[in-house]
Protein backbone atom coordinates (compact mmCIF):
# COMPACT_ATOMS: atom_id res chain seq x y z
CA UNK A 1 0.00 0.00 0.00
CA UNK A 2 1.37 3.28 -0.73
CA UNK A 3 1.01 4.42 3.20
CA UNK A 4 0.71 2.84 6.56
CA UNK A 5 -3.05 3.79 6.97
CA UNK A 6 -5.28 0.32 7.70
CA UNK A 7 -8.28 0.34 6.12
CA UNK A 8 -11.07 -1.44 5.78
CA UNK A 9 -13.93 -1.22 2.88
CA UNK A 10 -17.79 -1.48 3.70
CA UNK A 11 -19.79 -2.27 0.42
CA UNK A 12 -23.45 -1.39 0.50
CA UNK A 13 -25.06 -2.89 -2.82
CA UNK A 14 -28.24 -1.92 -4.27
CA UNK A 15 -27.36 -3.59 -7.38
CA UNK A 16 -25.61 -0.33 -8.86
CA UNK A 17 -21.24 -0.26 -8.03
CA UNK A 18 -20.71 2.43 -5.40
CA UNK A 19 -19.58 5.99 -7.23
CA UNK A 20 -18.63 7.48 -3.25
CA UNK A 21 -15.90 7.10 -0.71
CA UNK A 22 -16.27 8.50 2.46
CA UNK A 23 -13.53 8.25 5.25
CA UNK A 24 -14.03 8.38 8.79
CA UNK A 25 -11.31 7.17 11.32
CA UNK A 26 -8.65 6.09 9.22
CA UNK A 27 -12.06 3.67 7.39
CA UNK A 28 -13.54 3.65 4.55
CA UNK A 29 -16.35 3.76 2.97
CA UNK A 30 -17.53 3.05 -0.46
CA UNK A 31 -20.97 4.32 -0.85
CA UNK A 32 -23.54 5.48 -3.26
CA UNK A 33 -24.22 9.36 -3.58
CA UNK A 34 -28.64 9.61 -3.68
CA UNK A 35 -29.28 8.12 -0.38
CA UNK A 36 -27.10 10.24 1.15
CA UNK A 37 -27.27 13.27 -0.74
CA UNK A 38 -30.70 12.95 -0.02
CA UNK A 39 -30.68 13.16 3.94
CA UNK A 40 -27.33 15.28 4.42
CA UNK A 41 -27.18 18.99 3.51
CA UNK A 42 -23.62 18.81 4.40
CA UNK A 43 -22.71 15.77 2.45
CA UNK A 44 -25.09 16.88 -0.52
CA UNK A 45 -22.74 20.24 -0.77
CA UNK A 46 -19.57 18.36 0.24
CA UNK A 47 -20.43 15.69 -2.46
CA UNK A 48 -21.36 18.71 -5.00
CA UNK A 49 -18.22 20.48 -4.61
CA UNK A 50 -16.15 17.82 -5.34
CA UNK A 51 -18.16 16.78 -8.17
CA UNK A 52 -17.41 20.02 -10.09
CA UNK A 53 -13.76 20.05 -9.36
CA UNK A 54 -13.61 16.49 -11.09
CA UNK A 55 -16.13 17.23 -13.52
CA UNK A 56 -12.78 16.24 -16.20
CA UNK A 57 -11.40 13.18 -14.28
CA UNK A 58 -12.97 9.84 -13.80
CA UNK A 59 -12.12 9.56 -10.28
CA UNK A 60 -14.61 9.11 -7.52
CA UNK A 61 -15.31 12.05 -5.12
CA UNK A 62 -13.31 11.28 -2.09
CA UNK A 63 -14.65 13.04 1.17
CA UNK A 64 -12.86 12.65 4.75
CA UNK A 65 -14.84 13.62 7.46
CA UNK A 66 -12.64 14.67 9.83
CA UNK A 67 -13.76 14.41 13.85
CA UNK A 68 -17.09 12.66 13.29
CA UNK A 69 -18.95 12.24 16.57
CA UNK A 70 -19.37 8.94 17.62
CA UNK A 71 -16.26 7.40 14.96
CA UNK A 72 -16.98 5.16 12.28
CA UNK A 73 -19.24 2.94 14.36
CA UNK A 74 -21.74 5.54 14.38
CA UNK A 75 -21.29 6.46 10.93
CA UNK A 76 -22.17 3.24 9.85
CA UNK A 77 -24.93 3.65 11.42
CA UNK A 78 -26.43 6.42 10.21
CA UNK A 79 -25.25 4.97 6.34
CA UNK A 80 -27.76 2.10 7.25
CA UNK A 81 -30.37 4.40 8.30
CA UNK A 82 -30.14 6.73 4.85
CA UNK A 83 -30.29 3.78 3.36
CA UNK A 84 -33.62 2.79 4.69
CA UNK A 85 -32.16 -0.22 6.81
CA UNK A 86 -33.96 -1.17 10.19
CA UNK A 87 -31.33 -0.09 12.80
CA UNK A 88 -32.12 0.10 16.77
CA UNK A 89 -31.45 2.99 18.16
CA UNK A 90 -30.49 2.32 21.60
CA UNK A 91 -29.34 5.01 24.91
CA UNK A 92 -25.46 4.28 24.23
CA UNK A 93 -25.75 5.26 20.45
CA UNK A 94 -28.74 7.81 20.28
CA UNK A 95 -26.38 10.98 21.93
CA UNK A 96 -23.93 10.37 19.28
CA UNK A 97 -26.21 9.76 16.77
CA UNK A 98 -28.09 12.61 17.49
CA UNK A 99 -24.97 14.76 17.59
CA UNK A 100 -23.90 13.09 13.91
CA UNK A 101 -27.60 13.98 12.53
CA UNK A 102 -26.58 18.12 13.58
CA UNK A 103 -22.84 17.18 12.44
CA UNK A 104 -24.31 16.02 8.72
CA UNK A 105 -27.22 18.76 8.89
CA UNK A 106 -30.12 15.95 8.84
CA UNK A 107 -32.96 17.99 9.53
CA UNK A 108 -36.59 17.86 8.85
CA UNK A 109 -36.37 20.55 6.29
CA UNK A 110 -34.21 18.86 4.11
CA UNK A 111 -35.72 15.65 4.25
CA UNK A 112 -39.26 14.38 6.34
CA UNK A 113 -38.47 12.57 8.89
CA UNK A 114 -34.71 12.67 8.71
CA UNK A 115 -32.38 11.58 11.87
CA UNK A 116 -32.37 14.79 14.26
CA UNK A 117 -35.93 14.41 14.63
CA UNK A 118 -36.10 10.41 15.03
CA UNK A 119 -33.21 10.62 17.62
CA UNK A 120 -34.86 13.45 19.59
CA UNK A 121 -38.40 11.67 19.70
CA UNK A 122 -36.10 8.55 20.92
CA UNK A 123 -34.42 10.67 23.91
CA UNK A 124 -37.86 11.73 24.78
CA UNK A 125 -39.72 9.24 24.82
CA UNK A 126 -36.82 6.51 25.88
CA UNK A 127 -34.89 8.16 27.95
CA UNK A 128 -35.86 11.24 29.77
CA UNK A 129 -38.61 9.70 31.37
CA UNK A 130 -36.38 7.22 33.29
CA UNK A 131 -33.55 7.97 35.59
CA UNK A 132 -31.27 5.28 34.92
CA UNK A 133 -31.52 5.63 30.82
CA UNK A 134 -30.80 9.12 31.51
CA UNK A 135 -28.00 8.77 33.55
CA UNK A 136 -26.64 6.66 30.30
CA UNK A 137 -27.36 8.95 27.90
CA UNK A 138 -25.33 11.51 29.90
CA UNK A 139 -22.79 9.08 29.64
CA UNK A 140 -22.88 8.66 26.38
CA UNK A 141 -22.19 12.50 25.80
CA UNK A 142 -18.67 12.60 27.42
CA UNK A 143 -17.73 10.84 23.94
CA UNK A 144 -19.02 13.91 22.20
CA UNK A 145 -18.47 16.32 24.83
CA UNK A 146 -18.57 19.74 23.07
CA UNK A 147 -21.52 19.11 20.37
CA UNK A 148 -23.70 17.14 22.88
CA UNK A 149 -23.12 20.08 25.30
CA UNK A 150 -24.31 22.95 22.34
CA UNK A 151 -27.03 21.12 21.44
CA UNK A 152 -28.27 21.09 24.91
CA UNK A 153 -28.26 17.63 25.29
CA UNK A 154 -26.34 17.27 28.05
CA UNK A 155 -28.11 19.94 30.45
CA UNK A 156 -31.61 17.77 29.36
CA UNK A 157 -29.92 14.65 30.80
CA UNK A 158 -28.91 16.16 34.13
CA UNK A 159 -32.31 17.94 34.22
CA UNK A 160 -33.76 14.54 33.94
CA UNK A 161 -31.36 12.65 36.30
CA UNK A 162 -32.56 15.73 38.56
CA UNK A 163 -36.51 15.90 38.36
CA UNK A 164 -36.62 11.95 38.49
CA UNK A 165 -34.20 11.74 41.63
CA UNK A 166 -35.97 14.44 43.23
CA UNK A 167 -39.03 12.32 43.26
CA UNK A 168 -36.62 9.40 45.40
CA UNK A 169 -38.08 8.50 49.31
CA UNK A 170 -34.98 8.63 51.13
CA UNK A 171 -36.73 6.48 53.86
CA UNK A 172 -36.30 3.93 51.25
CA UNK A 173 -32.83 3.44 51.73
CA UNK A 174 -33.45 4.16 55.66
CA UNK A 175 -29.68 2.51 57.53
CA UNK A 176 -27.64 3.08 54.84
CA UNK A 177 -25.21 2.25 54.47
CA UNK A 178 -24.30 0.87 57.78
CA UNK A 179 -25.21 -2.66 57.60
CA UNK A 180 -22.77 -5.75 58.31
CA UNK A 181 -20.54 -5.76 55.21
CA UNK A 182 -19.08 -2.29 55.93
CA UNK A 183 -19.89 1.44 55.74
CA UNK A 184 -20.88 1.14 52.15
CA UNK A 185 -22.77 -2.46 52.15
CA UNK A 186 -25.97 -3.00 51.26
CA UNK A 187 -28.06 -5.97 52.16
CA UNK A 188 -29.87 -6.79 49.14
CA UNK A 189 -31.69 -10.06 50.50
CA UNK A 190 -33.62 -7.27 53.17
CA UNK A 191 -33.65 -4.44 50.51
CA UNK A 192 -37.57 -3.73 50.23
CA UNK A 193 -39.27 -3.20 46.98
CA UNK A 194 -38.73 0.49 46.18
CA UNK A 195 -35.59 0.69 47.26
CA UNK A 196 -34.31 -1.93 44.65
CA UNK A 197 -35.00 0.55 42.31
CA UNK A 198 -32.55 3.24 44.14
CA UNK A 199 -29.87 1.72 41.91
CA UNK A 200 -29.30 4.94 39.90
CA UNK A 201 -26.97 5.39 42.61
CA UNK A 202 -24.61 2.85 41.51
CA UNK A 203 -25.08 4.15 37.92
CA UNK A 204 -24.11 7.81 38.56
CA UNK A 205 -20.02 6.32 39.79
CA UNK A 206 -19.76 5.58 35.97
CA UNK A 207 -19.70 9.19 35.03
CA UNK A 208 -16.44 11.30 34.86
CA UNK A 209 -16.21 13.17 37.84
CA UNK A 210 -16.39 16.73 36.30
CA UNK A 211 -20.25 15.61 35.01
CA UNK A 212 -20.95 13.94 38.05
CA UNK A 213 -20.27 17.00 40.19
CA UNK A 214 -22.79 18.88 37.59
CA UNK A 215 -25.29 16.51 38.84
CA UNK A 216 -24.51 17.27 42.31
CA UNK A 217 -24.87 20.88 42.06
CA UNK A 218 -27.83 20.81 40.23
CA UNK A 219 -29.14 18.67 42.93
CA UNK A 220 -27.86 20.88 45.46
CA UNK A 221 -29.31 24.12 43.40
CA UNK A 222 -32.98 22.64 43.59
CA UNK A 223 -32.87 21.69 46.94
CA UNK A 224 -32.77 17.99 46.74
CA UNK A 225 -33.14 16.17 50.51
CA UNK A 226 -29.35 16.00 51.81
CA UNK A 227 -29.96 12.23 52.10
CA UNK A 228 -29.97 11.63 48.07
CA UNK A 229 -27.09 14.35 47.75
CA UNK A 230 -24.84 12.87 50.43
CA UNK A 231 -25.75 8.95 49.17
CA UNK A 232 -24.79 10.19 45.61
CA UNK A 233 -21.68 11.27 46.65
CA UNK A 234 -20.39 8.79 49.11
CA UNK A 235 -21.19 6.18 46.59
CA UNK A 236 -18.99 7.73 44.53
CA UNK A 237 -16.54 7.83 46.81
CA UNK A 238 -16.71 4.24 47.26
CA UNK A 239 -16.15 3.28 43.65
CA UNK A 240 -13.54 5.93 42.69
CA UNK A 241 -10.91 6.28 45.89
CA UNK A 242 -9.86 2.97 47.52
CA UNK A 243 -9.74 1.85 50.54
CA UNK A 244 -12.26 4.25 52.16
CA UNK A 245 -14.84 1.53 52.89
CA UNK A 246 -13.74 -1.28 55.48
CA UNK A 247 -15.66 -4.40 53.03
CA UNK A 248 -14.06 -7.39 52.42
CA UNK A 249 -10.44 -7.25 50.82
CA UNK A 250 -12.00 -9.18 47.45
CA UNK A 251 -14.72 -6.04 47.47
CA UNK A 252 -12.21 -3.76 48.49
CA UNK A 253 -9.62 -4.99 45.21
CA UNK A 254 -12.50 -5.19 42.82
CA UNK A 255 -13.78 -1.20 43.28
CA UNK A 256 -9.56 -0.07 43.03
CA UNK A 257 -9.55 -2.03 39.88
CA UNK A 258 -12.95 -0.23 38.52
CA UNK A 259 -10.87 3.21 39.83
CA UNK A 260 -10.65 5.57 36.93
CA UNK A 261 -8.56 7.99 39.63
CA UNK A 262 -5.12 6.97 38.93
CA UNK A 263 -2.55 9.14 41.40
CA UNK A 264 -2.81 10.30 44.40
CA UNK A 265 -3.11 13.57 43.70
CA UNK A 266 -6.22 12.87 41.93
CA UNK A 267 -7.38 10.72 44.24
CA UNK A 268 -7.25 13.56 47.00
CA UNK A 269 -8.64 16.22 45.07
CA UNK A 270 -11.87 14.18 44.27
CA UNK A 271 -12.15 13.27 47.71
CA UNK A 272 -11.37 16.88 49.19
CA UNK A 273 -13.80 17.75 46.08
CA UNK A 274 -16.78 15.49 47.42
CA UNK A 275 -15.95 16.58 50.69
CA UNK A 276 -16.81 20.20 50.25
CA UNK A 277 -19.88 18.97 48.52
CA UNK A 278 -21.56 16.82 51.26
CA UNK A 279 -24.79 18.67 52.74
CA UNK A 280 -24.32 20.75 56.08
CA UNK A 281 -26.48 18.07 57.86
CA UNK A 282 -25.81 14.47 57.54
CA UNK A 283 -26.74 11.34 59.31
CA UNK A 284 -24.47 8.64 58.09
CA UNK A 285 -21.76 9.24 60.67
CA UNK A 286 -19.93 5.90 60.34
CA UNK A 287 -19.63 6.86 56.25
CA UNK A 288 -17.69 10.13 58.03
CA UNK A 289 -15.34 7.85 58.99
CA UNK A 290 -14.44 5.92 55.92
CA UNK A 291 -13.82 9.78 54.22
CA UNK A 292 -11.70 10.51 57.42
CA UNK A 293 -9.48 7.75 57.31
CA UNK A 294 -8.93 8.46 53.60
CA UNK A 295 -8.29 11.94 54.16
CA UNK A 296 -5.60 11.21 56.40
CA UNK A 297 -3.89 8.46 54.10
CA UNK A 298 -4.01 10.81 51.02
CA UNK A 299 -3.16 14.02 53.16
CA UNK A 300 -5.91 16.05 52.32
CA UNK A 301 -6.16 19.48 53.00
CA UNK A 302 -5.98 20.39 56.94
CA UNK A 303 -9.12 22.15 56.45
CA UNK A 304 -10.96 19.14 55.16
CA UNK A 305 -9.83 17.08 57.68
CA UNK A 306 -11.19 19.11 60.28
CA UNK A 307 -13.99 19.44 58.34
CA UNK A 308 -14.85 16.30 59.08
CA UNK A 309 -13.93 16.35 62.50
CA UNK A 310 -16.04 18.87 63.21
CA UNK A 311 -18.84 16.80 61.88
CA UNK A 312 -18.01 13.27 63.43
CA UNK A 313 -17.46 15.26 66.69
CA UNK A 314 -20.97 17.01 66.59
CA UNK A 315 -22.62 13.42 66.64
CA UNK A 316 -19.94 11.19 67.91
CA UNK A 317 -22.60 8.87 70.24
CA UNK A 318 -23.86 7.39 66.83
CA UNK A 319 -20.24 6.11 66.02
CA UNK A 320 -18.77 2.91 67.20
CA UNK A 321 -15.43 1.73 68.93
CA UNK A 322 -14.21 0.22 65.36
CA UNK A 323 -15.17 3.46 63.94
CA UNK A 324 -12.52 5.38 66.82
CA UNK A 325 -9.43 2.72 66.11
CA UNK A 326 -8.12 4.74 63.33
CA UNK A 327 -4.51 3.59 63.37
CA UNK A 328 -1.40 5.98 63.56
CA UNK A 329 -1.17 6.98 59.38
CA UNK A 330 2.11 9.10 60.34
CA UNK A 331 5.55 7.88 61.34
CA UNK A 332 5.83 11.17 63.39
CA UNK A 333 3.10 8.15 65.60
CA UNK A 334 4.61 5.66 67.63
CA UNK A 335 1.07 4.46 68.65
CA UNK A 336 -0.64 1.87 67.10
CA UNK A 337 -4.15 4.01 66.93
CA UNK A 338 -4.44 7.96 66.32
CA UNK A 339 -5.22 8.40 69.90
CA UNK A 340 -4.59 12.43 69.48
CA UNK A 341 -8.00 12.32 67.15
CA UNK A 342 -10.23 10.44 69.35
CA UNK A 343 -9.05 13.41 72.11
CA UNK A 344 -9.95 16.31 68.79
CA UNK A 345 -13.30 14.48 67.84
CA UNK A 346 -14.31 14.14 71.52
CA UNK A 347 -13.56 18.07 72.10
CA UNK A 348 -15.76 18.49 69.34
CA UNK A 349 -18.53 16.43 70.95
CA UNK A 350 -18.62 18.44 74.14
CA UNK A 351 -18.14 21.73 72.47
CA UNK A 352 -21.91 21.27 72.08
CA UNK A 353 -23.92 22.87 75.01
CA UNK A 354 -27.28 21.14 73.79
CA UNK A 355 -25.80 17.45 74.33
CA UNK A 356 -28.10 15.27 75.66
CA UNK A 357 -27.37 13.14 78.94
CA UNK A 358 -27.99 9.72 77.18
CA UNK A 359 -25.80 10.86 74.34
CA UNK A 360 -23.02 11.36 77.06
CA UNK A 361 -23.30 8.46 78.48
CA UNK A 362 -23.01 6.40 75.38
CA UNK A 363 -19.57 8.73 74.55
CA UNK A 364 -18.48 7.72 77.79
CA UNK A 365 -18.87 4.01 77.25
CA UNK A 366 -17.03 4.65 73.93
CA UNK A 367 -13.91 6.10 75.27
CA UNK A 368 -13.42 3.60 78.12
CA UNK A 369 -13.96 1.39 74.82
CA UNK A 370 -10.86 3.24 72.98
CA UNK A 371 -9.09 3.54 76.35
CA UNK A 372 -9.23 -0.48 77.31
CA UNK A 373 -8.35 -1.07 73.83
CA UNK A 374 -5.19 1.17 73.65
CA UNK A 375 -4.50 0.66 77.38
CA UNK A 376 -1.94 -2.61 75.61
CA UNK A 377 0.33 -0.55 73.54
CA UNK A 378 3.29 -0.26 75.02
CA UNK A 379 4.44 2.68 73.55
CA UNK A 380 1.10 5.10 74.11
CA UNK A 381 2.69 7.96 77.18
CA UNK A 382 1.36 8.18 80.09
CA UNK A 383 -0.17 11.66 79.67
CA UNK A 384 -1.89 10.91 76.27
CA UNK A 385 -3.40 8.32 78.37
CA UNK A 386 -4.68 10.42 80.97
CA UNK A 387 -5.37 13.79 79.10
CA UNK A 388 -7.94 11.06 77.00
CA UNK A 389 -9.55 9.86 80.38
CA UNK A 390 -10.01 13.19 82.66
CA UNK A 391 -11.16 14.84 79.70
CA UNK A 392 -14.75 13.24 79.71
CA UNK A 393 -16.81 14.85 82.47
CA UNK A 394 -18.03 12.87 85.05
CA UNK A 395 -21.23 12.17 84.72
CA UNK A 396 -20.87 10.50 81.31
CA UNK A 397 -19.39 7.75 83.40
CA UNK A 398 -22.61 6.00 85.34
CA UNK A 399 -20.02 3.21 85.97
CA UNK A 400 -16.49 3.30 86.20
CA UNK A 401 -15.36 -0.10 85.44
CA UNK A 402 -14.46 0.25 81.96
CA UNK A 403 -12.10 3.02 83.08
CA UNK A 404 -10.35 0.92 86.27
CA UNK A 405 -9.99 -1.97 83.46
CA UNK A 406 -8.13 0.24 81.18
CA UNK A 407 -5.96 1.12 84.24
CA UNK A 408 -5.48 -2.06 85.42
CA UNK A 409 -4.33 -2.82 81.65
CA UNK A 410 -2.64 -0.07 81.20
CA UNK A 411 -0.13 -0.43 84.59
CA UNK A 412 0.48 -4.19 83.62
CA UNK A 413 2.14 -3.52 79.90
CA UNK A 414 3.45 0.07 80.68
CA UNK A 415 7.11 0.79 80.42
CA UNK A 416 6.52 3.93 81.87
CA UNK A 417 5.37 3.04 85.41
Known amino acids: MANSKKQAWFFYTTGLPSDIEIEVDDITFHLHKFPL ?26 IKLENFPGGSEIFEMVIKISYGFK ?22 EYSPENLISKTERFLSQFVFTNIQESIKALKACESVSSLAESLGVTEQCIDSIVSKASLTDP ?81 SSSSSSSSTIASE ?35 ASEN ?57 TVVGKLIDGVLGEIASDGNLKPEKFYNL ?21 YFKVSDWI
Not at 266 to 291: A, H, N
Request: with cysteine.
Open 389 to 409: AVLLPVQARVYDDGLYRAVDI
Open 37 to 62: MSKSRKLQQLITEQEQRLEQSKVYPH
Open 265 to 299: NQQRELLETIISDLPLTTTTTRSLFGLLRSAIILN
Open 87 to 108: VDISVSTAVPLRCAAEYLEMTE
Open 171 to 251: SSFYGWPMNNGGIFAVDRKKQSKDSKTELWFEDLTELSFPIFRRVILAMKSRDLSPEIVERSLLTYAKKHIPGISRSSSSS
Open 304 to 360: CRKFLEKKIGSNLEKATLDDLLIPSYSYLNETLYDVDLVERLLRRFLENAAVSSSSL
